[in-house]
């Protein structure tokens, strides 16, 4: 058994506009020390995956509306409150894209760091304090035990979200949810921070979610990928499998829309053409098709349901795995173009 | 080809007290502490470096939107700093802007035509009619439908609204673009639309390119020569290739190492040069090298003398009392074997 499995998971939120759906079916599992990356552009479902494994989607309006989160053998959706909130910060804990907003400014980091401690851990103040130390000792804060005792507005930004990981490993979490965790931070900071996560992980067994939009980072943290395109998984792989025979055009469309510094030739970048669409009125068939090169009569009919293309490596597209499906090549009226 | 822009001991000092009791012993943030470089006529000059290392301020600073603490900006002859009047104006056609962030840079009251074509009702340029026609050719040089010319910037992407940023500084023709971000906003699809069109657009107008970034890899793709800055520095400058094939810059190296790669094999086995520390801050910069502090290799000399930059290779200086190249592992080392040799 996974330590964590999420079957066919959709959330949706009723707005003035109609009602977005932010999550359409989504479905994975994962074990014990893995990491899993979500990929996938701006408004895709990623945050609200997150969310919705956190019992933390704001109703209304939002609504999960259908699906299984499953936590060791226990249903999450099913939790008493009382239940959500002692498995929050304790066995699931999540850091947030922009530290500041998890942060309470008026309290001094190390007592936040604390307060976990001592609602799930039962610790004394005392007790909870020290710890505090010891934790921000180990994200590498300089002079823990006097940095403790400043406020948020005294730290630097890769300090705040060192915090921050501190805060979500104090309780020895067995799965880390890390929302764009190094987003708004510089490489040399990021570099920092991965390294930090990638040594608790192998000390601790955590396993990890990493929500991010860097395909560098990707590659450097993650066992398995997941791409989603407007609240569908288009591609479910191995890190390997996705990044050396991705399957989906979306996910070829993102790789060759990356400019490279580890490659000696200047290529030609490659955009995804068009807009993402509006997961309101998301296109009928495949919500791609209107961006795709390969895209045929079938694409915009037919939603393509995921399936295994090869071993443990999935893709929702009509025509992934055939031979009338090749990366680079589009057949038109006028011939080969690209 | 010619220079085009000469910039010499650029400096720009900020003072941190809001009060009137604007004293000497008053602590300033050394934004911009003493750059030079020159951008040569046609080409992009790409500005990295990390966040609060005086990149925007040194942008806006060569357009005259701050006015610098010292140093001289020559452009195509001209005295930028002596600008008055008149001579100031027609400068601002000749040098345009593009923000980062395209969802502030555009007013929500205006319709897009009017938006593109503000610089030339500024500068009292065409009759209405004339400036309705030029904000379509304008709208369709950068790829969006001329025909939504009346429509407000709230019905557009995050992509097509930097479109719009960028047809509105082409308006007036302008000779150079001072780009400050202009995707870091955008995601990675979108963001290769952009780039692209930038490329397509320096071609088909001549344009040269000041391109401020963070990310080292868009910044390699899109540009010429390449420099790097760190507080307030640049520590080292050259050419795209040579600099990000042979960086002779610690600091260089350690940019270059640290962004991840697509790459999960490479990853696995790359070495990562990890900095202790965080950029100390501009208000109070270490002395000697602002870089010892975190540099791996440093040594008694750089904590009390500031390196000059000087020439390492043709087309490539470097500030770095050791300077020489240092390698980038990027292809799969051992670990251990070729940073350990670096430091
Ligand atoms: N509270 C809400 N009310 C209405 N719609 C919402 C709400 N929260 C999220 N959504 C919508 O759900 C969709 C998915 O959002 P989500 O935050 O998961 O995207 P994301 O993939 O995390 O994007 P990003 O990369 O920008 O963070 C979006 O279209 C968003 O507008
Ligand atoms: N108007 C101002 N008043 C005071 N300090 C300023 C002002 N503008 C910028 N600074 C400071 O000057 C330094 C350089 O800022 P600048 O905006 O040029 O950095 P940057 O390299 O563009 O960073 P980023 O990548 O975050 O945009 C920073 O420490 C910043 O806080
Ligand atoms: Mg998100
Ligand atoms: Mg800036």
């Not at chain 1, 959709?10 to 893995?34: I, M």
């Not at chain 1, 099913?78 to 998890?102: C, E, H, K, L, N």
């Not at chain 2, 701050?66 to 005295?79: C, H, Q």
């Not at chain 2, 020439?311 to 670990?335: G, R, S």
């Amino acid at each position: 058994m996974a330590l964590l499995e999420v079957s066919d998971l959709k959330t949706q939120f009723t707005t003035r506009d109609g009602v977005v759906r932010a999550v359409d079916g989504v479905s994975f599992a994962l074990e014990e020390g893995h990491t899993l990356a979500i990929v996938g552009e701006s408004g895709s479902g990623k945050s609200v995956t997150a969310l919705s494994i956190m019992r933390l989607i704001p109703d209304p309006p939002g609504k999960i509306a259908a699906g299984k989160v499953v936590l060791r053998g226990e249903s999450v959706l099913d939790m008493s409150d009382a239940d959500v909130r002692a498995m929050r910060g304790d066995r699931i804990a999540m850091i947030f894209q922009d530290p500041m907003t998890s942060l309470n400014p008026v309290f001094r980091v190390g007592f936040q760091i604390g307060e976990a401690l001592r609602i799930h851990k039962g610790m004394s103040r005392k007790e909870a304090d020290a710890r505090a130390v010891e934790m921000l000792d180990l994200v590498g804060i300089p002079n823990a035990p006097h940095r403790a005792k400043d406020y948020p507005h005294q730290f630097s930004g890769g300090m705040r979200q060192r915090a921050m990981i501190a805060m979500a490993l104090a309780c020895d979490p067995d799965i880390l949810i890390a929302d764009e965790p190094t987003t708004a931070l510089d490489v040399t900071i990021q570099a920092q921070i991965l390294e930090l996560m990638i040594e608790l992980q192998q000390r601790k067994g955590t396993a990890i979610i990493m929500i991010t939009h860097d395909l560098g980072v990707v590659a450097d943290m993650a066992d398995d990928v997941m791409v989603m395109y407007a609240g569908k998984q288009v591609e479910y792989g191995s890190a390997d499998a996705v990044f050396y025979s991705p399957q989906h055009p979306y996910t070829w469309g993102l790789l060759d829309s990356l400019p490279r510094h580890d490659i000696d030739e200047k290529g030609t970048l490659l955009p995804i053409e068009g807009q993402p669409p509006s997961l309101i009125d998301v296109p009928p068939g495949c919500a791609f098709h209107p961006r795709c090169p390969y895209a045929q009569a079938v694409c915009r009919e037919t939603c393509p349901e995921l399936r295994e293309i090869e071993p443990g490596h999935m893709a929702a597209c009509h025509f992934a795995g055939t031979d009338s499906l090749v990366r680079g090549r589009v057949a038109t009226a006028e011939g080969e173009v690209r | 080809m010619g220079d085009l822009l000469r910039v010499e001991g650029l400096v720009k000092y900020f003072s941190t007290d809001q009060g009137l009791i604007a004293s000497r012993l008053s602590k300033k943030v050394h934004a911009v502490d003493g750059i030079s470089f020159t951008v040569r006529s046609g080409e992009t000059l790409g500005l990295v470096g990390e966040s609060g290392c005086g990149k925007s301020t040194t942008g806006r600073c060569l357009i005259r939107l701050l006015e610098p603490t010292a140093g001289t900006i020559d452009f195509d002859g001209i005295d930028v700093r002596a600008l008055k009047g008149r001579a100031l104006q027609e400068f601002r056609r000749d040098v345009q802007f593009i923000f980062q962030d395209p969802y502030a840079s555009l007013n929500p009251r205006m319709t897009i035509g009017e938006i593109v074509t503000e610089p030339l009702a500024v500068h009292r340029l065409g009759t209405p009619q004339e400036r309705r026609a030029r904000a379509k050719e304008l709208l369709d040089v950068v790829g969006l439908n001329p025909e939504h010319i009346n429509r407000y910037p709230h019905e557009f992407s995050g992509g097509q609204r930097q479109r719009i940023g960028i047809a509105r500084s082409l308006a007036l023709k302008p000779r150079l673009v001072i780009c400050d971000e202009p995707v870091s906003a955008l995601d990675v699809s979108i963001q290769a639309q952009v780039i692209n069109l930038l490329d397509d657009l320096q071609d088909q107008f001549g344009l040269t390119y000041v391109f401020i970034a963070h990310d080292l890899s868009v910044v390699r793709h899109i540009s010429d020569r390449v420099a790097v800055m760190y507080l307030g520095k640049i520590v080292e400058v050259g050419g795209w290739q040579g600099l990000y094939d042979e960086p002779h810059h610690p600091y260089t190296q350690s940019l270059l190492s640290a962004v991840p790669v697509p790459d999960p094999a490479k990853q696995r086995t790359r070495e990562r040069i990890i900095l202790q520390g965080d950029v100390p801050s501009p208000i109070d910069p270490p002395n000697g090298c602002r870089f010892h502090t975190r540099c791996p290799i440093a040594q008694d000399i750089c904590h009390h003398q500031e390196p000059e930059l000087r020439q390492v290779a043709p087309d490539h200086e470097a500030a770095c009392h050791f300077a020489k190249p240092f390698p980038i592992e990027l292809a799969a080392v051992a670990p251990g074997t070729e940073a350990a040799d670096a430091v």
